[in-house]
């Protein structure tokens, strides 16, 4: 499945963002879809997940309570929701996908996916 990614931007600290993850000639709506980021000089790190199926939903404690993850089955998207976005929540942020549709995921661990999109830019001012 091939993943894009959009929805990035410049915000300031305190400002909200969505991003939306879609399928090129298919559906995220049957996959287990995980938000990644990775910010320059430092490892990739999960953010948030939704499992496939169950749709239920996991997050990295530092965004915990400011993003929501969810599926958009009408535009066929999932969504990352990001609220009262901080400097250090600047990265590149990709949607990924595991191979098998209707793979249920726990947790936030790249180690399902093997689909990755390109990636959008999320930038916040102080």
């Known amino acids: 499945v091939q993943l894009v990614e959009s929805g990035g931007g410049l915000v300031q600290s305190g400002g909200s963002l969505r991003l939306s993850c879609a399928a090129s000639g298919s559906t995220v709506d049957v996959y287990a879809i995980g938000w990644f980021r990775q910010a320059p000089g430092k490892e990739r790190e999960g953010v948030a997940v939704i499992s496939a199926g169950d749709d239920n939903t996991y997050y990295a404690e530092s965004v915990r309570g400011r993003f929501t993850i969810s599926r958009d089955t009408v535009m066929h998207t999932v969504t990352l929701q990001m609220n009262n976005l901080k400097p250090e929540d600047t990265a590149i942020y990709f949607c990924?996908?595991?191979?098998?549709?209707?793979?249920?995921?726990?947790?936030?661990?790249?180690?399902?996916?093997?689909?990755w999109g390109q990636g959008t830019q999320v930038s916040v001012s102080s």
């Open positions: 990924a996908a595991p191979d098998i549709p209707l793979t249920r995921v726990v947790g936030i661990s790249a180690g399902h996916y093997e689909n």
